[in-house]
């Protein structure tokens, strides 16, 4: 039995991957390119550059040339856009060395998929300045600014998770958008490094919040408790704070957030507040155990404009511990989700891969640099 699911599951991705991206046959050749970053040296501030041995062997490819749409606003050269165009899609994502891949993927495939990728601006958080370049080769044509996000804001309000890669300072540069963001841009989408969208990001810009500050598909039927310990709601003083509000899980990896809202609301305070609350509460008085998630829970849960469940089928990375092979939930999609431990591009490498690891891999631009073929 178990072979035969194994074997369903195969058949499934492989019927997604024509189905949700029906031009990948028609990519043109990707032009290999070695970052400025991984070729020869890692390079971190204050120590002495070191030889990487894995810059000889792998590179980045040149994303394919990509334009608007005749429908789209016409768009001028990439240096001379300005942030604060009206027309403008924000988007913001992290960039770190662990994640880059999947960002780089990530990134690809909202490109790919969009009607008008050239009113597409990005909005890349770091805490290594030295990936622009990088990024700049990969997409020569795309709209970003790169925003430093110090780890030294949030490193003393972060306390220990069931896994170390959301103990990551960079995990909780979302709550800080609202001020690293330029005043003028009033709402971003935020997407997680571990993602592809298979279809056009507009869509999702254009959701209405109906005046609330963050949207976001929610899971109703999920265990809420879970995600709290039982000292929280064993006291009324803490587990009072969801009174009246009906609160469901969202997964924050992707996330539409009204800006304007959020500065008004001041709710990067709100949710420093209950990262203090748990930071004071020790290991005995915790009150939850995962990363950057609950504390978004305690201030929005009950109060999240609802999107639709397509534009996150999360979990296919598996749980925090094994990061097994997950299924797809039913219904259509519109953006794929690797959340949990198991990400697909680890998987691929280790020649370990999950059947659904092949809808991200056309992504994918990271990989051996193709050398060119000797004459005999």
Excluded at 237 to 265: E, H, I, K
Aim: with cysteine; net charge positive; proline share 7%.
């Amino acid at each position: 039995m178990l072979w035969l699911m194994r074997l369903s599951s195969f058949f499934t991705a492989a019927l997604l991957t024509v189905v949700l991206s029906p031009s990948l046959q028609s990519f043109p050749p990707a032009e290999a390119i070695r970052s400025s970053h991984f070729d020869g040296y890692l390079r971190f501030p204050g120590q002495i550059a070191v030889p990487d041995p894995r810059a000889r062997h792998f590179a980045f490819r040149r994303a394919p040339f990509f334009r608007n749409a005749g429908d789209c606003v016409a768009r001028s050269e990439p240096g001379n856009s300005t942030v604060c165009d009206p027309s403008l899609v924000h988007i913001a994502i992290t960039l770190d060395e662990e994640y880059l891949r999947g960002s780089i993927a990530a990134v690809h495939s909202i490109i790919q998929h969009s009607s008008c990728p050239e009113s597409v601006f990005f909005h890349f958080l770091v805490s290594d300045t030295g990936l622009e370049s990088l990024v700049r080769s990969v997409f020569p044509q795309l709209r970003f600014n790169v925003y430093f996000f110090d780890p030294n804001r949030v490193r003393g309000l972060i306390s220990t998770s069931v896994r170390q890669a959301l103990e990551q300072p960079l995990n909780y540069a979302r709550n800080y958008l609202a001020d690293l963001l330029e005043p003028c841009v009033r709402r971003v989408i935020y997407l997680d490094s571990d993602l592809v969208v298979v279809d056009d990001v507009a869509k999702l810009w254009r959701y209405d919040l109906g005046g609330r500050t963050v949207g976001a598909p929610e899971y109703c039927h999920a265990n809420f408790t879970k995600y709290f310990t039982k000292r929280f709601w064993s006291d009324r003083r803490l587990s009072g704070t969801f009174a009246g509000r009906n609160p469901c899980y969202f997964n924050t990896g992707v996330m539409v957030m009204d800006l304007d809202q959020w500065r008004r609301g001041g709710f990067t305070r709100r949710i420093e507040y209950w990262m203090e609350v748990q930071k004071a509460g020790g290991g005995s008085d915790r009150i939850y155990e995962l990363g950057s998630l609950p504390p978004f829970l305690l201030v929005f849960a009950g109060r999240v404009a609802p999107i639709e469940h397509r534009w996150n089928q999360h979990g296919l990375g598996g749980d925090n511990v094994k990061g097994s092979c997950r299924d797809l939930h039913p219904g259509p999609v519109s953006l794929l989700h690797w959340s949990g431990s198991g990400k697909p591009w680890v998987r691929l490498s280790s020649g370990r891969p999950c059947p659904l690891d092949a809808l991200w891999a056309p992504y994918d631009l990271y990989g051996p640099a193709l050398r060119p073929r000797k004459r005999i």
